[in-house]
């Protein structure tokens, strides 16, 4: 199964969990322009395909599982944008949800998007002890021991010198635990024991890592249209970030090693299961600066 055709499948489970039959229109609505804004859909994608890497065959009940992840993703992104938070206009090269619906709405649609995914893992034919561990890791990276906490951090470091350790802290929570989820997620799903789950959750943890340095390095050098939202933004709220503390050169440096060391951990991996790494390196490598 190519890429195109693996997020098929997760954007259909989105649309039949929004059907036609909902309570409120306006909600719907506004749920939905911000899930079809576009991104990368590399949550999802990473989920499905270190699932076929670990020669599980993709069903619709895993494409809802990764659906569920992509939908508290685009939740956490409609709240970041928010006047009260980041404050920013536009997303995905389109403006922002609370621009285009109010904040109230907005701040709903985000709500109903970080419900709404739990329902969808239930809903989805997996073996109930299965669906049970998807549901409390999924909640465990994104509510208080994750995302939720490192976004508060995020706001308490603004205008202070953070140190290497404090800045790592926020983003393996912020960005880095759901970016972790897809590799536990299909460790969970594949039955994998306990420490091989564990380096699989250690592989993502590390891509996440990457992606934010990745991440801070854009936003200082990239320009709107090749990131979709207003550049220098972190600069501007006095935000650390990887370049400010390391340098610009440093910083990729830093997220060129990150990948390194997630390489390393799926060729060991590969020694122990049968999983064809070479799918989830491409990934990686595609994280790279100056790739």
Do not use: W
Not at 96 to 113: P, R, S, V, W
Not at 265 to 270: D, G, N, S
């Amino acid at each position: 199964m190519n890429k195109q055709e693996k997020l098929t499948l997760v954007e259909s489970a989105i649309e039949k969990f929004y059907g036609d039959k909902q309570v409120s229109s306006s909600l719907r609505e506004a749920v939905l322009y911000s899930v079809h804004a576009g991104g990368k859909r590399i949550r999802p994608y990473l989920l499905l395909e270190v699932l076929e890497s670990l020669q599980v065959p993709i069903t619709i009940a895993h494409a809802q599982v990764a659906a569920a992840l992509e939908m508290i993703h685009t939740g956490s992104l409609i709240h970041d944008d928010l006047p009260a938070m980041d404050d920013d206009d536009f997303r995905r090269g389109r403006l922002t949800n609370h621009k285009k619906f109010g904040e109230a709405l907005a701040i709903l649609a985000g709500d109903a998007l970080f419900f709404d995914p739990y329902a969808l893992i239930a809903q989805a034919d997996l073996p109930n002890e299965i669906k049970i561990d998807l549901i409390a890791s999924l909640s465990l990276s994104s509510g208080s021991m994750g995302m939720v906490a490192g976004q508060v951090l995020d706001m308490e470091g603004e205008g202070k010198h953070l140190n290497l350790e404090e800045l790592q802290t926020i983003h393996a929570n912020k960005t880095g635990k759901l970016l972790a989820y897809p590799f536990q997620a299909a460790a969970i799903i594949a039955e994998l024991t306990p420490e091989l789950q564990a380096k699989l959750k250690t592989v993502g943890e590390l891509v996440g890592l990457a992606f934010q340095v990745r991440d801070d390095v854009l936003d200082v050098t990239a320009s709107f249209e090749e990131i979709g939202k207003t550049p220098q933004k972190d600069l501007k709220a006095e935000k650390s970030t990887y370049p400010a503390l390391l340098g610009l050169d440093e910083a990729k440096e830093f997220c060129n090693q990150t990948l390194d060391q997630a390489n390393i951990k799926l060729e060991e991996i590969a020694q122990q299961v049968n999983f064809d790494k070479e799918p989830i390196v491409k990934i990686v490598e595609s994280l790279r600066i100056n790739a």
